[in-house]
């Protein structure tokens, strides 16, 4: 009974992958593609796949391909090498793009507007809370001190263990030792 029912189920995956040609295939069969330093699966759509670069939002994704003349939908997997050096020589350098797209506009260090992307931009974020801290900002006083910084409320939320509710045994503390009498004084 048991094989049958392994049978069965295998027919019932084969069926289900007919079905649904859209599911995604296991990790071993698809291609990579590295682009900035990030490998992204092959069959992700372009639009989809820039935006596992970190620094890529969906409005930058777009803007590259519109302004590169890529078609969105397409397979990473598809691209050619040309049009991959063509990404990423637009995302190091996008000339042509309004300023509110770009991720580091008017930068304290140069003053210029600039797109900052993978660990590039882990780093800036990182020089910038150390920045905050060492001035002792508000900002910086709240992430030193591991609070929300943007005006959350902390009464319900952001508590971060302080009681676990629930943990099931309570220890209880050893019972004192009666005082052992003096003999020096009576």
């Not at 759509?45 to 003349?69: E, H, M, P, Q």
């Not at 508000?138 to 943990?167: A, E």
Request: hydrophobic share 30%.
């Amino acid at each position: 009974m048991s094989e049958e029912k392994q049978i069965a189920r295998e027919q019932a995956k084969e069926a289900a992958k007919k079905v649904n040609p859209h599911l995604q295939k296991p990790e071993e069969y698809v291609k990579l593609v590295r682009i900035l330093q990030k490998d992204i699966r092959g069959d992700k759509k372009l639009y989809r796949g820039i935006c596992d670069i970190r620094g890529v939002s969906w409005a930058f994704a777009n803007a590259v391909c519109t302004t590169l003349k890529l078609d969105k939908h397409k397979k990473i997997q598809d691209l050619t090498q040309d049009e991959i050096q063509r990404i990423e020589k637009f995302i190091e350098d996008p000339k042509g793009l309004p300023e509110f797209l770009l991720n580091r506009r008017n930068d304290r260090d140069e003053g210029v507007n600039k797109h900052v992307y993978g660990a590039d931009l882990h780093l800036q974020v990182d020089f910038d809370i150390k920045r905050l801290k060492k001035i002792k900002s508000y900002k910086g006083v709240r992430h030193t001190l591991g609070q929300p910084v943007r005006g959350q409320r902390t009464k319900s939320h952001f508590r971060k263990n302080k009681n676990k509710s629930g943990s099931g045994t309570i220890t209880a503390k050893p019972a004192a030792k009666p005082a052992a009498p003096k003999e020096g004084k009576k």
